[in-house]
């Protein structure tokens, strides 16, 4: 899943300041009803003496500030080192579980290409009232209560952020678990790659239609793909996969004796004798056991001296 951050940077309530966020500070409106929509225009409107870097409602992200620049969300010290997101605040309880959706993909957004600490903790993903706590320059406790009405915790925020930011970066386990490699082929005429799972990112390369690529994961409606040396992302709309599985190398073999070589129904000498192949000719091995090789023979498989059989 990923959703659209729309750009809408106020104004007014600008620091000018440059950010090199360590975490994000969350955050709750505290103004029931209002959009992020609303929220643009009254941060725009007028001289507030407070802004944060974005706000997600039920439908949309607006983003308000640059990531890389202070904004006045949470006192000097969080201002100073940390982004600042706000969540609306609607009493709905469908409402309340898109904001929460939507809240959590873009922490684990901003944390994965923004801050590139993937890492959640209460140091790197704090609730406003965890930073008065800390640093004791605001007084302000939300989102405790906001998420409380629906039976949450910023504990539970913070677990979906990592769960997301696993997805994001590939967790490696969910590729070992499943042996087969997928692939795609290009249906559309053109694709773009891109630097990141929206069209919001930049084209980093193009792939022609029929061509093949290989898949790395999925999120939401992008491949993550094989491309270059660091990846790309491509539209799902415009891939066809397949899934190939690892085919184990088929070995052969080629009977090097001067007349005839045993085939025995085991690997060894004590084995009975169950037919019997000329030189030259061509064996598929299965398997290795001591000195023996076992190969396709008959409707059961046979044992021949590795001795006589020639590797091709
Ligand atoms: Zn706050």
């Known amino acids: 899943m990923s959703y659209q ?44 003496g407070v802004s944060a870097h974005a706000f997600v409602d039920h439908e949309s992200i607006i983003q308000t500030v640059p990531w890389n620049e ?30 929460w959706k939507r809240a959590v993909w873009l922490f684990a957004y901003v944390h994965v290409n923004v801050i590139k600490v ?12 965890e930073v008065s706590a800390k640093w004791k320059e605001t007084t302000h406790q939300d989102p405790i209560a906001y ?9 539970q925020f913070r677990e979906g ?11 490696p386990q969910q590729q070992q678990n499943n042996n087969t490699v997928l692939y795609g082929t290009v249906t559309a005429d053109v694709l773009n790659v891109r630097d990141g799972a929206s069209t919001n990112f930049g084209v980093i390369g193009k792939l022609k239609k029929g061509e093949r690529i290989k898949l790395g994961w999925r999120e939401g409606n992008w491949w993550n793909i094989y491309f270059g040396d660091h990846g790309g992302w491509v539209s799902a709309d415009y891939i ?3 899934e190939e599985e690892p085919k184990p190398k088929i070995q052969y073999g080629i009977v090097n004796v001067k007349s005839s ?19 030259g000719v061509k064996v598929r091995i299965g398997s290795t056991e001591g000195d023996w090789y076992n190969i396709y023979f008959g409707d059961h498989g ?3 001296n590795k001795d006589y059989i020639k590797l091709v």
């Open 261 to 279: 070589l045993n085939v025995r129904s085991g690997a060894g000498t004590n084995y009975s004798l169950i037919g019997n192949l000329k030189n």
């Open 240 to 242: 066809n996969v397949f």
């Open 5 to 48: 951050i729309t750009e809408k940077f106020i104004s007014k309530n600008r620091s000018g300041k440059v950010l090199t966020a360590k975490g994000t500070v969350l955050h709750e409106t505290a103004t029931p009803g209002a959009t992020a929509e609303n929220e643009f225009r009254y941060f725009n409107g007028a001289y507030r």
């Open 147 to 155: 998420f409380a009405k629906f039976g949450k915790t910023v504990d």
């Open 161 to 171: 952020v990592q769960k997301a930011i696993n997805v994001m970066i590939g967790q």
């Open 302 to 304: 046979g044992y021949v």
């Open 118 to 129: 993937t890492t959640i903790n209460k140091d790197t993903l704090m609730s406003h009232a």
């Open 70 to 99: 202070q904004a006045w969300h949470a006192g000097g010290t969080a201002n100073r080192n940390y982004i600042g997101i706000e969540l609306c605040n609607f009493d709905d309880r469908s409402k309340f579980d898109e904001i």
